[in-house]
T-cell receptor, first 114, second 113 residues
Framework: DAGITQSPRYKITETGRQVTLMCHQT?????MFWYRQDLGHGLRLIYY???????DKGEVPDGYVVSRSKTENFPLTLESATRSQTSVYFC?????????????FGDGTRLSIL | AQSVAQPEDQVNVAEGNPLTVKCTYS??????LFWYVQYPNRGLQFLLK??????LVKGSYGFEAEFNKSQTSFHLKKPSALVSDSALYFC???????????FGKGNQVVVIP
């Protein structure tokens, strides 16, 4: 049961560079989510997707781009990284959130921008 | 918009004593409420949820939570804490009108041997 995997687990890059964080789930869940976790802020939603080719902004979408061409993949791209985007990023998936199904999380990507 | 408050940054408890982690919420419709636990360098793990029905919900690892509509609270409880329960705990709420979760800032639980 592979579940939901994120890659890379750790990434160091420089300001202005483009970086893509990958998320892959094996459950065929319709919904997928990207969060960032920062001390004092808990988890904040960046983007989410209800199905392939359907994405929507969350609470903090500026500076991020997402795509979802396949149900199982939901990559998150920082087009021009800034130091304020240094954070731990979590991907999650859920089958039927409208029926109370919980979200299942990957183990995160720790991103440092120098 | 939905929101969650977890008023205490850290909860310290002696091993074997009862553990309570507090959560209050705000939603415009009927709430869906969740508790998650996070261990170091890991993602969040689902513990339990309240959707409807009995106000006392039982979940994984001996945890339970009580839904109180009049106080808009959903406190997490465990009768006898273990050292292995030391972790970061998050409360989350979903408004019945959308599919997004709002998370609290988290509570660090430290169980002292």
């Amino acid at each position: 049961d592979a579940g939901i995997t994120q890659s890379p687990r750790y990434k160091i890059t420089e300001t202005g560079r483009q970086v893509t964080l990958m998320c892959h789930q094996t459950w065929s869940h319709s919904y997928m989510f990207w969060y960032r976790q920062d001390l004092g802020h808990g988890l904040r939603l960046i983007y989410y997707s209800a199905a392939a080719d359907i994405t929507d902004k969350g609470e903090v979408p500026d500076g991020y781009v997402v795509s979802r061409s396949k149900t199982e993949n939901f990559p998150l791209t920082l087009e021009s990284a800034t130091r304020s985007q240094t954070s731990v990023y979590f991907c999650a998936s859920s089958q039927e959130p409208d029926k109370g199904q919980p979200q299942h999380f990957g183990d995160g990507t720790r991103l440092s921008i120098l | 918009a939905q929101s969650v408050a977890q008023p205490e940054d850290q909860v310290n408890v002696a091993e074997g004593n009862p553990l309570t982690v507090k959560c209050t919420y705000s939603v415009s419709g009927n709430p869906y409420l969740f508790w998650y636990v996070q261990y170091p360098n890991r993602g969040l793990q689902f513990l339990l949820k309240y959707i409807t029905g009995d106000n006392l919900v039982k979940g994984s690892y001996g945890f339970e939570a009580e839904f109180n509509k009049s106080q808009t609270s959903f406190h997490l409880k465990k009768p006898s804490a273990l050292v292995s329960d030391s972790a970061l705990y998050f409360c989350a709420v979903r408004d019945s009108g959308n599919n997004r979760l709002a998370f609290g800032k988290g509570n660090q639980v430290v169980v002292i041997p």
